[in-house]
């Protein structure tokens, strides 16, 4: 069965510290892979996407960036943290079919 | 623009009872949507879906709704039971044939299963 984990689960970082998420998916070849945040009392918002390695789309500006170095691995990253930042950061991915995206259990990130 | 919404931020039933949680969106495009289930420091959980050639889709005690004139649907629980406490979330999307589907989700219900 496919497996996805997430790391950090929680993280603190001062602002103008850099930032990486790590998200890997086990049981699955060439997966959808999807960035999205929460914010304080608002839905998911999806930050980033990438259908292959090598291959991002990003959905809106914003201070983060993300990388996909193998098939499975997806990396959320920023090199100077705002406060903005600060929410609650999911990993998911699907199949070729696209639905559903099955999610990580994501990361908690504050910025101090 | 929320394109994705669900006006009511909680809701509260009796165990045994039904749970009714509701959806409206404003996009005529989307024509496949979905619900999630999230408990807090967890990620989401997918529950049902329902395409939108459906008005009705049934998984044991989850069922979904969709009317597509109203632009609603919604997502019944019965019997409710208190492990079903959690955020709601309603999300829809519009396969395009192309690599990737964008889920648009709405702000969440949190529903409270009382024993």
């Known amino acids: 069965s496919q497996t996805i984990h997430q790391w950090p689960a929680t993280l603190v970082q001062p602002v103008g510290s850099p930032l990486s998420l790590e998200c890997t998916v086990e049981?699955?070849?060439?997966?959808?892979l999807y960035w999205y945040r929460q914010a304080a009392g608002r839905g998911l918002q999806l930050l980033f996407y990438?259908?292959?390695?090598?291959?991002i789309s990003s959905e809106v500006p914003q201070n983060l960036s993300a990388s996909r170095p193998q098939d499975r691995q997806f990396i959320l990253s920023s090199k100077k943290l705002l406060l903005s930042d600060s929410g609650f950061y999911l990993c998911a991915w699907s199949d070729y079919s696209n639905q559903p995206q099955h999610f990580g259990d994501g990361t908690r990130l504050s910025i101090l | 623009d929320q394109q994705v919404k669900q006006n009511s931020p909680s809701l509260s039933v009796q165990e045994g009872r039904i749970s009714i949680l509701n959806c409206d969106y404003t996009n005529s495009m989307f024509d496949y949507f979905l619900w999630y289930k999230k408990y807090p420091a967890e990620g989401p959980t997918f529950l049902i879906s329902i395409s939108s050639i459906k008005d009705k889709n049934e998984d044991g005690r989850f069922t979904v709704f969709l009317n597509k004139s109203a632009k609603h649907l919604s997502l019944h629980i019965v019997p409710s039971q208190p492990g079903d406490s959690a955020v709601y979330f309603c999300?829809?999307?519009?396969?395009?044939?192309?690599?990737?589907?964008?889920?648009?989700f709405g702000t969440g219900t949190l529903l409270a299963v009382q024993p």
């Open positions: 049981g699955t070849s060439n997966p959808n």
């Open positions: 990438s259908v292959g390695i090598g291959q």
């Open positions: 999300a829809a999307t519009r396969p395009s044939g192309g690599a990737t589907n964008k889920l648009i």
